[in-house]
């Protein structure tokens, strides 16, 4: 009985790198997941503020998620948790329902990620995975982009230290407008230096101390710590100036100790809201995900399984959903982080989550202080670098059907928010794709002199028949472009009375359905009904298979030629032998 | 001056066959008008009762909408009036709205008449003709099939004379069991008889006239005035007999004199909840429409302009709206009636619409006692010959997701009603073809001996090579399936430790969208850092102008080859001149 074993394995990553787990790989993955977590702890608390949500469902969004992804995942090196784009997600989510008992956002939140969980693991056992792929690169850059933007605006009220609402670019900055007259000046300051701070820490923490001497991969993680620098420096700022008297926000109490067992909620009034949302945050995660953890798998030549990586985030969020966490997914930035730490294996990931687990026990009340200017400071940091509006150039100056797609989304983001501009994105790039092949390029074709090549006439010097033409067709026939072909055909027809032979130059046709099927059967009726014969030639073995099991090819009016040259060559005969060929040409 | 005569003339069909319009042309159309105003009278009474209007409306909407047509349409035999989906159509909408104030139906639906006309004018003006494409013909027959159905169904409380609810199958045909108790059975059987007549004037009329020695001609016309044999018979029967006052339904007072001069509601609440309604009743109208115009042109060897129909539709929708008509299109019957009466300009449109305004002012009093079981044995015969479920088997045969779509179409319209049912159509067509799509058949290629073309090399015995793959990509690259392409690429070279050169055999791909781009240049980056070459052959034309405003080119780690036996001779070289390919082809 291998075939079980084989299953089993299929699901459960773990026993491929389990069984083989030594001294050496758990040392690499322990440097790891110190790194990360002192990465993570100011990461997951911010995330959750992002999410409006308290800051300790951060902290519990990291820890049972990992060890659910650990045994799940197929990627040695992601690091799942909250993550800038999806707490945004889940804020516009929460938000759309208006709630206001913090308990009940609780809960919701919950269940969002409960939602998300079943979707994925449902489309990782169904192998859905493909679906993500009808979200276009462009468009996926496009929100990213503009959900950064977002992001940075949504903190700019706990950087002024004012209440701003709204889930859209307008809402927020017009609203920070009207409450600038609240701006808290103590809180500006620890804002805006905990933004140069950290700005500087990134761009020139790490030169400066190689500069002096220090270790290039020391370095590195000393300038990743950047953020616990100004989680602590910030933090013992507000406790002994008692800054919190004086109108500072700060975290305030978090509970200490394990994260609860939480139940998400089965009302299906609240699964019908919550419905769509988390199919876009599951959309929007498991592309984020796989796309780095591919990336990051391929360095190392080795292969993700992305309908299995469909499980490891659907077990990972209903890992979040029933311990008081959030929904989560693989970060970019993090995972870039593990893997340059050198994790060698998901168990890194199960390590963090320990210490992830020992700040939740013991760290807690030291972050009473924490300014929220602070975190606020650390998501627009983290996030300004997920901006990058270079992908509106790349796409304008490459096909502008893609910069349609890119600026929409951008701007529908901008304005309605992350739902509205992440569905638009995918509506618009399907719409512009099948609108792009509903017009298909067909080229007129003759011999080119002395070869038995075909080119488009109007390009090259080639010869053509007064009695027959060649239409290469450059696109599978389906039911968006069956009639353009049609009236094509026709209207050539129509203005060349010469013409007694039509020949379908097939080699890129890759699909005939059957609207095109039909539509061809009725272009061949048309044209015998005039005297004309419709001809194909160079169909490809699978689209003649089909044709084989229709009517098509027994009324065809003309033959199926294997090369166009052979086309060619019959058709030259017929035109010798029709005596009226060249007087029709000649009175043309 | 010339270009805004030519635009002039481009929006106004007519004047490209008025001034030549003569005596000879005259008789044809004249003739042909009052056949089709003989099928017409009955038609657009019953039609407006499957709509749920009062029979009044189907004489308005018979008239201006032809004279509308006659003037901006291209098609020279199309007959507009109220046609049998689009009525059902109809019904479906208005009921949505849930009145039951005559005078607010008759509003609404002159309403949806005007918001269609604009939605297929404006459409029209926009050239945006080819969105009608998106509907699948095997969903259209599907459609039309279903609704042929639904509407006989709907038929059935007239035969009987009971009274039944519903827009589904399961509704109308339970709504009947239940109340089949009322049945009346004077009623029962002046439907029957009506029923099983026109069938046989359908099917035996016109033999049996002919074998009297008639002229197939006039049997054919007498066939077609069959409807109206059993109206005046059942009409004088319901007076003669007094069987209106044993509970026979009766059309009752028609008003007589002109089409009154009606205005569509503005309410913007009105209109958006007819807006979708408007927008499916448009596209099915049109397609409809459409199609027997380009048949019937077809045949004399003409041309019909999809854009300007849009526009000819459009102002006959207006025109139906503003003199108390419902929504109207071309009808097949009747159009197919009319060409084969001798139409020959759409003048013929504008006399029916005379021979109708005639009925209007004159004729209404005589219908007073026409029993509606009459009318809906009319429909019944007219749209049974609609219902053609062998598109079942026809798809089956050809393509199983071609099945799929017409199966969904006919089991949702059946199911949830028209429009439920259409929209599904398009959603599943639209899906199913990107799901095709987004797994490309590629093909690993071999050099078949002694030629220099290449083959499957799981379909024949070809050449091939250890240091090198060839893969054939049978599909345009895209969005959808960018990472199925990258998924497939990065499998093959991790299975295959020998490989340093990957060949994209390029012929069939007819785009390269900004996904594709971009993950093919991830794939690049990996293969350079694993030590492979990734190389292109049989780029097309349109393809490498756009690679070439890209970077892909120029970190491209292999080269582009005019033709894949280019690409062959040079790897070939190369295999040779690697001392170790054979070593490692050896080791494996």
Same mark, same amino acid.
């Given at each position: 009985?291998t075939?079980p074993k084989?299953r ?9 790198w389990?069984p083989k787990?030594?001294?050496?790989t758990?040392?690499s993955?322990?440097?790891a ?13 911010? =995330? ?10 951060g902290l ?23 993550v ?11 938000g ?8 009940q ?29 009808? $979200? ?12 950064g ?13 004012v209440?701003v ?11 920070l407008l ?10 500006l ?10 700005f500087w ?62 139940m ?59 311990s ?25 990931g ?10 939740a026990?013991?760290?807690t009340?030291?972050? =009473? ?7 606020a ?8 670098s ?21 600026a929409?989304t951008?701007?529908?983001t ?12 995918v ?8 609108y ?39 696109e ?59 001809? $194909? ?5 699978p ?21 166009q ?24």
């Amino acid at each position: 009985m291998t075939l079980p074993k084989i299953r089993l394995r299929q699901y459960l990553p773990i026993l491929d790198w389990a069984p083989k787990y030594d001294r050496d790989t758990a040392t690499s993955d322990l440097v790891a997941a110190v790194i990360v977590t002192i990465m993570l702890i100011p990461q997951s608390l911010a =995330y959750a503020l992002l999410a409006g949500l308290p800051p300790e469902m951060g902290l519990y969004a990291s820890i049972l998620p990992l060890v659910a992804y650990a045994i799940f995942g197929t990627s040695r090196a992601l690091a799942v948790g909250p993550v800038a784009v999806v707490s945004l997600m889940t804020a516009a989510a929460i938000g759309n329902l208006g709630l206001t008992d913090p308990a009940q956002i609780a809960i919701a939140a919950g269940t969002l990620a409960f939602i998300s969980g079943v979707m994925l693991t449902v489309m990782g056992v169904l192998k859905l995975g493909a679906l993500a792929n009808f $979200l276009s690169h462009p468009v996926i850059a496009g929100f990213i982009t503009a959900s950064g933007v977002l992001i940075a605006a949504s903190q700019l009220k706990h950087i002024f230290g004012v209440k701003v609402s709204g889930h859209t670019l307008p809402e927020v900055l017009g609203s920070l407008l009207e409450n600038q007259g609240d701006t808290n000046v103590i809180t500006l300051f620890i804002g805006v230096s905990a933004t140069a701070f950290l700005f500087w820490v990134r761009k020139g923490l790490k030169p400066l101390l190689i500069s002096t001497g220090m270790k290039p991969r020391l370095a590195d993680i000393l300038a990743k710590a950047g953020p616990v620098g100004a989680v602590v420096v910030t933090t013992l700022a507000t406790w002994g100036f008692g800054l919190a008297d004086k109108g500072v926000s700060i975290v305030g109490s978090v509970p200490m100790g394990l994260p609860p067992l939480t139940m998400p909620s089965l009302s299906p009034d609240l699964w019908s809201q919550l419905f769509l949302s988390a199919l876009l945050i599951s959309i929007i995660g498991f592309v984020e995900s796989v796309s780095v953890a591919q990336t990051l798998a391929a360095k190392k030549r080795q292969r993700i399984v992305p309908d299995q990586e469909l499980i490891g985030l659907g077990t990972s969020n209903i890992a979040a959903a029933i311990s008081g966490g959030y929904p989560v997914t693989g970060g970019f930035a993090r995972s870039v982080v593990n893997f340059d730490a050198g994790a060698e294996t998901p168990a890194a990931g199960a390590f963090t989550a320990v210490g992830i687990l020992f700040a939740a026990l013991l760290l807690t009340p030291l972050i =009473y202080f924490l300014p929220t200017a602070t975190l606020a400071a650390t998501i627009i940091v983290a996030v300004l670098s997920l901006v990058d509006f270079s992908i509106l150039f790349k796409a304008w100056s490459y096909s502008k059907v893609d910069f349609a797609a890119v600026a929409a989304t951008i701007v529908l983001t901008l304005g309605f928010g992350v739902e509205i501009g992440v569905s638009a994105g995918v509506l618009i790039s399907i719409g512009l794709h099948l609108y792009k092949t509903s017009r298909p390029h067909i080229a007129e074709e003759g011999l080119v002199p002395g070869t038995q090549h075909f080119r488009n006439i109007h390009r090259h010097k080639v010869e053509t028949f007064a009695h027959a033409v060649t239409l290469r067709i450059d696109e599978s026939l389906y039911f968006a472009n069956a009639r353009f072909l049609e009236d094509y055909i026709l209207d050539r027809v129509a203005r060349d009375k010469a013409l007694r032979h039509v020949v379908l130059h097939c080699a890129a046709v890759n699909e005939i359905d059957m609207s095109a099927l039909e539509t061809l059967e009725e272009v061949n009726r048309r044209l015998r009904e005039t005297g004309i014969s419709l001809h $194909l030639s160079e169909v490809k073995g699978p689209v003649m298979d089909r044709l084989k099991r229709s009517h098509f090819l027994d009324d065809l009016s003309g033959s199926v030629f294997l090369s166009q040259y052979d086309a060619w060559q019959a058709l030259k005969a017929d035109g010798r032998a029709d005596p009226e060929a060249t007087e029709r040409l000649a009175a043309q």
